[in-house]
């Protein structure tokens, strides 16, 4: 639209519109650099994609070999034919793939959407504050937008993105758009991005609006690392919840343990007063199992040939 200079009283204007644009740029005392692609479209991080599909081989188990996606079909898709679109099995198994994957972004974005309306109508506009414990709050929003949510309504043109790529990966999966299953998978990849950046703003949204607890000031756990093949085991004074992140599948047909109250375990260097409250209750205690509670001596464990297999010294 051509703009003219001049100047002009609002107290004559009569059924008159205005609208006044986002500001473009506002002062920001954040101090990260923008990062090379901010909301990145469906195809910006394809090359990547690609290196990550390449480097880790799709393998598919079609669930069916005939495809009945759309009013052409069905279509046969066994051995090397081909659906009157052009796509093989293994592209039409990518597409389901996308499809799944993009009807989950839908159900949290949704839900964020949801919120949003929702939170805005009844709180008005507040301001996003995670406390101080926190250190990197809205981590995806951070990394995907490249900028940082001040108040309730920046999330706003967060969830537009996610609904905008969206709407353009569905519309990948109509007939005859895309062909390849590797580009499928890209997308797919992508719509798992928008996933968690869905769930991540409905989160926010929810404890900021409703006041969820952000963190547990001094109250935080700390991760420790248990080398492959270090027998271990914990004992807690008070309630406690334990996670484990494990390096492999958990398989109870490959555990063994050693019983926590078994004689032959040289206590010497635990603090005694602690060492003498774990006697006191590991013995009576009913929360422990009968697979730690018979489980083997030190002596025993170390004449079963498994205990070979334990890495622990050759890691020294
Ligand atoms: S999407 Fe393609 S393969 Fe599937 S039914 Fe339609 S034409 Fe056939």
């Not at 519109?17 to 090379?36: H, L, S, T």
């Not at 929810?206 to 547990?216: C, G, L, T």
Request: net charge negative; charged share 25%.
């Amino acid at each position: 639209m051509a703009s003219k200079e001049g100047s002009f009283s609002i107290e004559d204007m009569k059924n008159v519109q205005i609208n006044i644009g986002a500001v473009v740029k506002e002062a920001d005392e954040w101090d990260q650099e923008m990062g090379p692609f901010p909301k990145p479209g469906v195809a910006t991080l394809r090359d990547w994609d690609f290196k990550i599909c390449n480097r880790y081989k799709i393998m598919y188990s079609p669930a069916d070999d005939t495809c009945t996606l759309c009013t052409y079909g069905p279509c046969d898709l066994t051995g090397d034919k081909k659906g009157a679109c052009g796509i093989n099995m293994a592209a039409a198994c990518g597409k389901i793939v996308l499809v799944a994957v993009l009807m989950g972004t839908c159900a949290h974005t949704a839900h964020g959407r949801h919120l949003y309306h929702w939170c805005l109508d009844k709180f008005g506009d507040m301001p996003f504050d995670m406390g101080s414990e926190i250190l990197v709050d809205a981590p995806l929003y951070r990394t995907i937008l490249g900028k940082k949510p001040k108040t309730l309504k920046d999330f706003g043109p967060v969830l537009n993105y996610v609904e905008e790529q969206v709407a353009q990966l569905l519309a990948c999966t109509h007939t005859g758009q895309e062909g390849s299953y590797l580009d499928f998978e890209s997308k797919a990849l992508h719509a798992g991005m928008l996933d968690s950046l869905g769930k991540e703003v409905s989160d926010l949204i929810q404890i900021v609006a409703y006041d969820m607890p952000v963190s547990a000031e001094e109250d935080y756990s700390e991760w420790i690392w248990v080398p492959p093949g270090f027998a271990h085991g914990n004992t807690f004074t008070e309630d406690t919840v334990i996670e484990y992140l494990c390096s492999g599948e958990y398989s109870p047909g490959n555990e063994a343990g050693i019983s926590p109250i078994a004689d032959d375990l040289d206590w010497s260097l635990c603090d005694p007063e602690l060492a003498s409250l774990f006697q006191q209750i590991a013995h009576n205690t009913e929360l422990m199992t009968d697979k730690d509670r018979n489980g083997f001596s030190l002596a025993s464990w170390t004449a079963d040939p498994r205990s070979e297999n334990f890495l622990y010294d050759e890691l020294n």
